[in-house]
């Protein structure tokens, strides 16, 4: 009986978290009748057919998957989608010329014809949403470790091609709670996707990485956009003959704006969280991941803005790749100090206290943690090889080119392969290349080899390094504790490889020949690091992989049956969801107190002319200093609410979300969340986590005032 009471006493005192103040990216097809009655306390006016109905349109046929990880909504009956101007950022940029810079001036069609094409992007409709637990827990019942993954792939492939046969539509198997539980999720797909409007990148990025992941923050990070179909309505390639799609449901947009401890929610695509993580995942994630991972990417970010801020023509070509690095350079070093201050990683040893003595007499959980334990102790000492490899090695933009090229060895080298093996590789490879010419800079990307060469072997154990290659440099180019050496090398890498030479590279592609490729430099490089990996440390990560998988599927398992009633939502894994919470303020330390809004007033008090971060188009000051506010002035502040926060539950895959009031209308785009709660990926602070949401009153007066594009205003279904 005493034994027991402990145990009682440590689950009492221990609490594993799950669905505390806002927290929660809930399932819309799954929303619990406890959840949906908090969200109707908080605000909410819609019934739950209304969020998520397959019979009838609802919430969920406004939004959509945009691109391959961001979110966007349907804001008119003629397909208008509003996302983050970041979001957009590679489609802006590709339509970006040095004559016709949109990225850097803006761009707004007045009217349809004027759209811009956008081959790269394509946008998501779900579909439906089935359970289908059973059908995967069938075909893999038994196994486990790398026999189960296999057959779950099986199964999955069966379930699909079922759901999808002579429909037209994708859909993928989603495992939920470690595997758990399996969603099927099903999607229709649209590929005519064209540039409506973008603000200027002075206004869509102001403040860039100083304020990234900052509040107050001032960006007016919002893209617009337009889907096309046929004239059925069905998904169609790009023709001058389609026309705008007219979706099931679009949202409103309300210009009533925000009041303190307003209800907010948010639907979109959480792209991936791991709140179920262990004290093993912690500590491997704050001693080894995310500080070399921050260190290696400062380094290739500092020889790419060298080279940026020098010529608008490379700022322009290096835009997207250097915004997708820096974003979470800033992030991954946030998360490890807010780990480390919340003391996350005593929290989860706490929690696993808790588990260990309610596990101690159930076979079936009793060793799980010592497994995680042992599991973590075998792959920790190649860790760091591993991040220096994927973010320093193959961070030089050449090096991983020259790393695909491995399928053109592989064809060329394999007995017996297919007659056209090798001309579908080469084939492969030389379109790659091209697209990879567009976007390589010479001068950063040598400067990004010679210094993460360097750092490998210096800070990478001798042992598991690629020894011959660093012996031949040595002997071909100087010490090995030196930096001209690296410098020297790198040079001559640059030019020498046939990546950077048409006429050795076609040479190549009309004779493919191993021996010519293994002793291109780049190739050789690039192969080096590569094989040295995938020969002797991936089998031990693929290991990991699958232990941890097995793991944590029983750690959640145990999880569930020692608090059955507790509200649970499954982590993120880029499938829509909804969260909601309020409009709130918040107090980040002592003395400092953040207010819920942030207006044009801050924006101004920013502006420094010409400067990198901080510039502003002419016609803004103008427009502010005239007190233009136009429909969008907020009365209480007697300005134009540029951004607000909110206590709601997102991360990254929300970016573009719609931020909707309790009538179901927009009021807002949600785009970042704030330094003081970067832990979130692994435990939600219900104090200071806060989501920062344009305000759409100011995207709708950026396109309006500042752009004149008052076609687009027409277009929406304002409420006031």
Same mark, same amino acid.
């Given at each position: 009986?005493?034994?027991?009471?402990?145990?009682?006493?440590?689950?009492?005192?221990?609490?594993?978290?799950?669905?505390?103040?806002?927290?929660?990216?809930?399932?819309?097809?799954?929303?619990?009748?406890?959840?949906?009655?908090?969200?109707?306390?908080?605000?909410?006016?819609?019934?739950?057919?209304?969020?998520?109905?397959?019979?009838?349109?609802?919430?969920?046929?406004? +939004?959509?998957?945009?691109?391959?990880?961001?979110?966007?909504?349907?804001?008119?009956?003629?397909?208008?989608?509003?996302?983050?101007?970041?979001?957009?950022?590679?489609?802006?940029?590709?339509?970006?010329?040095?004559?016709?810079?949109?990225?850097?001036?803006?761009?707004?069609?007045?009217?349809?014809?004027?759209?811009?094409?956008?081959?790269?992007?394509?946008?998501?409709?779900?579909?439906?949403?089935?359970?289908?637990?059973?059908?995967?827990?069938?075909?893999?019942?038994?196994?486990?470790?790398?026999?189960?993954?296999?057959?779950?792939?099986?199964?999955?492939?069966?379930?699909?091609?079922?759901?999808?046969?002579?429909?037209?539509?994708?859909?993928?198997?989603?495992?939920?709670?470690?595997?758990?539980?399996?969603?099927?999720?099903?999607?229709?797909?649209?590929?005519?996707?064209?540039?409506?409007?973008?603000?200027?990148?002075?206004?869509?990025?102001?403040?860039?990485?100083?304020?990234?992941?900052?509040?107050?923050?001032?960006?007016?990070?919002?893209? +617009?956009?337009?889907?096309?179909?046929?004239?059925?309505?069905?998904?169609?390639?790009?023709?001058?003959?389609?026309?705008?799609?007219?979706?099931?449901?679009?949202?409103?947009?309300? +210009?009533?704006?925000?009041?303190?401890?307003?209800?907010?929610?948010?639907?979109?695509?959480?792209?991936?969280?791991?709140?179920?993580?262990?004290?093993?995942?912690?500590?491997?994630?704050?001693?080894?991941?995310?500080?070399?991972?921050?260190?290696?990417?400062?380094?290739?970010?500092?020889?790419?803005?060298?080279?940026?801020?020098?010529?608008?023509?490379?700022?322009?070509?290096?835009?997207?790749?250097?915004?997708?690095?820096?974003?979470?350079?800033?992030?991954?070093?946030?998360?490890?100090?807010?780990?480390?201050?919340?003391?996350?990683?005593?929290?989860?040893?706490?929690?696993?206290?808790?588990?260990?003595?309610?596990?101690?007499?159930?076979?079936?959980?009793?060793?799980?943690?010592?497994?995680?334990?042992?599991?973590?102790?075998?792959?920790?000492?190649?860790?760091?090889?591993?991040?220096?490899?994927?973010?320093?090695?193959?961070?030089?933009?050449?090096?991983?080119?020259?790393?695909?090229?491995?399928?053109?060895?592989?064809?060329?080298?394999?007995?017996?392969?297919?007659?056209?093996?090798?001309?579908?590789?080469?084939?492969?490879?030389?379109?790659?290349?091209?697209?990879?010419?567009?976007?390589?800079?010479?001068?950063?990307?040598?400067?990004?080899?010679?210094?993460?060469?360097?750092?490998?072997?210096?800070?990478?154990?001798?042992?598991?390094?690629?020894?011959?290659?660093?012996?031949?440099?040595?002997?071909?180019?100087?010490?090995?504790?030196?930096?001209?050496?690296?410098?020297?090398?790198?040079?001559?890498?640059?030019?020498?490889?046939?990546?950077?030479?048409?006429?050795?590279?076609?040479?190549?592609?009309?004779?493919?020949?191993?021996?010519?490729?293994?002793?291109?430099?780049?190739?050789?490089?690039?192969?080096?690091?590569?094989?040295?990996?995938?020969?002797?440390?991936?089998?031990?990560?693929?290991?990991?992989?699958?232990?941890?998988?097995?793991?944590?599927?029983?750690?959640?398992?145990?999880?569930?049956?020692?608090?059955?009633?507790?509200?649970?939502?499954?982590?993120?894994?880029?499938?829509?969801?909804?969260?909601?919470?309020?409009?709130?303020?918040?107090?980040?330390?002592?003395?400092?107190?953040?207010?819920?809004?942030?207006?044009?007033?801050?924006?101004?008090?920013?502006?420094?002319?010409?400067?990198?971060?901080?510039?502003?188009?002419?016609?803004?000051?103008?427009?502010?200093?005239?007190?233009?506010?136009?429909?969008?002035?907020?009365?209480?502040?007697?300005?134009?609410?540029?951004?607000?926060?909110?206590?709601?539950?997102?991360?990254?895959?929300?970016?573009?979300?719609?931020?909707?009031?309790?009538?179901?209308?927009?009021?807002?785009?949600?785009?970042?969340?704030?330094?003081?709660?970067?832990?979130?990926?692994?435990?939600?602070?219900?104090?200071?986590?806060?989501?920062?949401?344009?305000?759409?009153?100011?995207?709708?007066?950026?396109?309006?005032?500042?752009?004149?594009?008052?076609?687009?205003?027409?277009?929406?279904?304002?409420?006031?």
């Amino acid at each position: 009986m005493r034994k027991h009471l402990v145990v009682l006493l440590l689950l009492m005192a221990v609490s594993f978290k799950w669905a505390k103040a806002d927290e929660g990216m809930w399932l819309p097809y799954l929303l619990g009748q406890q959840t949906y009655n908090d969200m109707v306390k908080r605000g909410l006016k819609l019934t739950k057919e209304q969020l998520y109905s397959i019979n009838k349109a609802s919430m969920k046929d406004a +939004i959509v998957i945009f691109g391959g990880g961001c979110t966007g909504e349907i804001v008119s009956n003629e397909g208008l989608i509003f996302t983050n101007h970041h979001c957009g950022y590679g489609a802006i940029a590709s339509a970006s010329t040095v004559e016709h810079n949109y990225l850097k001036n803006g761009f707004y069609a007045q009217n349809k014809s004027q759209e811009i094409s956008s081959p790269m992007l394509s946008v998501q409709f779900l579909v439906k949403v089935e359970d289908v637990t059973k059908q995967v827990e069938e075909a893999v019942k038994g196994l486990s470790g790398a026999e189960r993954t296999a057959k779950e792939q099986t199964g999955y492939a069966e379930i699909i091609e079922k759901a999808t046969a002579g429909t037209g539509y994708e859909a993928k198997v989603v495992p939920m709670y470690k595997a758990n539980q399996y969603l099927l999720f099903v999607y229709e797909r649209y590929t005519d996707v064209r540039l409506v409007g973008t603000p200027p990148e002075s206004i869509g990025k102001f403040g860039g990485d100083t304020d990234n992941w900052e509040w107050p923050r001032h960006t007016g990070d919002f893209s +617009i956009f337009r889907v096309y179909a046929d004239k059925n309505g069905k998904p169609a390639p790009y023709s001058k003959d389609n026309v705008p799609l007219k979706p099931k449901h679009f949202l409103p947009v309300s +210009i009533k704006g925000v009041k303190e401890n307003d209800y907010a929610m948010i639907f979109g695509y959480p792209g991936g969280t791991n709140r179920y993580e262990t004290s093993y995942g912690v500590e491997l994630k704050n001693t080894v991941e995310n500080p070399n991972t921050v260190n290696l990417r400062d380094v290739r970010l500092k020889a790419m803005f060298e080279q940026m801020k020098k010529d608008p023509a490379v700022k322009l070509q290096l835009a997207s790749s250097y915004a997708g690095i820096a974003n979470y350079w800033k992030f991954f070093d946030g998360e490890t100090k807010q780990l480390e201050k919340y003391h996350v990683l005593e929290d989860k040893r706490k929690q696993e206290a808790a588990f260990a003595k309610w596990a101690q007499d159930k076979p079936e959980f009793a060793s799980i943690l010592k497994d995680y334990e042992a599991n973590y102790k075998a792959w920790t000492p190649y860790a760091k090889g591993r991040v220096y490899l994927t973010e320093g090695i193959l961070g030089s933009p050449v090096a991983g080119f020259a790393s695909t090229l491995l399928q053109v060895e592989k064809a060329l080298v394999t007995p017996n392969a297919p007659k056209d093996a090798v001309k579908n590789a080469v084939a492969a490879a030389d379109k790659a290349r091209k697209a990879f010419l567009e976007g390589e800079n010479k001068p950063s990307d040598e400067k990004i080899l010679a210094a993460t060469a360097q750092l490998y072997y210096n800070d990478i154990p001798k042992d598991q390094q690629p020894t011959a290659f660093y012996q031949e440099l040595g002997s071909k180019y100087g010490s090995l504790s030196e930096d001209a050496t690296y410098r020297k090398w790198a040079a001559n890498l640059m030019a020498n490889t046939m990546i950077f030479s048409d006429a050795k590279w076609d040479a190549f592609v009309k004779n493919p020949d191993a021996v010519t490729l293994q002793a291109d430099p780049a190739f050789a490089y690039a192969s080096a690091f590569v094989k040295n990996y995938t020969g002797k440390y991936l089998p031990l990560y693929n290991q990991f992989v699958v232990k941890n998988n097995d793991l944590g599927r029983e750690y959640l398992k145990g999880i569930m049956q020692m608090q059955p009633n507790a509200n649970r939502y499954p982590d993120a894994n880029f499938t829509m969801r909804v969260s909601y919470g309020q409009v709130k303020p918040y107090s980040p330390r002592d003395a400092v107190n953040y207010d819920y809004v942030c207006t044009m007033k801050g924006v101004i008090e920013k502006y420094v002319p010409g400067d990198y971060e901080f510039d502003l188009p002419a016609n803004y000051v103008d427009l502010y200093n005239k007190k233009d506010f136009g429909q969008y002035k907020d009365a209480k502040r007697n300005d134009v609410v540029v951004c607000f926060i909110t206590t709601n539950d997102i991360t990254g895959g929300n970016s573009g979300s719609p931020v909707i009031n309790g009538n179901g209308e927009l009021i807002g785009l949600a785009f970042d969340g704030n330094y003081e709660a970067l832990s979130h990926k692994i435990q939600f602070d219900s104090n200071y986590n806060r989501t920062i949401c344009v305000d759409v009153r100011y995207v709708l007066w950026c396109i309006e005032k500042l752009g004149g594009a008052k076609n687009i205003i027409n277009e929406l279904k304002i409420v006031k």
